[in-house]
Nanobody, 123 residues
Framework: QVQLVESGGGSVQAGDSLRLSCVAS????????MGWFRQAPGKDREFVAR????????YYADSDKARFTISRDNGKNTVFLQMNSLKSEDTAVYYC????????????????WGQGTQVTVSS
């Protein structure tokens, strides 16, 4: 069992940056690939980014590739999402998730989820 707790969300202006964090507890963190998803009001949850257990490989949704960076610190059981040049359309609840499936970008491929952190971007 893995417990995930996100933090770092908030209300910002367009163009600002935020760094989200997700701390994991439970089994060995590095065995899990980690992902970030987001869900905007009235929309389905969508994939944002993922990182392999070692941190060696990262993959992004095309829409976020230039502005977002996913990273992890296995010594601190933490995965991060650095978001720059935020836009109003980035407003959503952001979730981190853990999986043992390689190359997972679908939410149904992830086994454990955090409770989410709200990001609100005002234009």
């Amino acid at each position: 069992q893995v417990q995930l707790v996100e933090s770092g969300g908030g209300s910002v202006q367009a163009g600002d940056s935020l760094r989200l964090s997700c701390v994991a507890s439970g089994r060995t963190f590095s065995v899990y690939d980690m992902g970030w998803f987001r869900q905007a009001p009235g929309k389905d949850r969508e994939f944002v980014a993922r990182i392999t257990g070692s941190g060696a490989r990262r993959y992004y949704a095309d829409s976020d590739k230039a502005r977002f960076t996913i990273s992890r610190d296995n010594g601190k059981n933490t995965v991060f999402l650095q978001m720059n040049s935020l836009k109003s359309e980035d407003t959503a609840v952001y979730y981190c998730a853990a999986t043992t499936k390689a190359w997972a970008t679908r939410q149904e491929d992830y086994d454990y989820w955090g409770q989410g952190t709200q990001v609100t971007v005002s234009s």
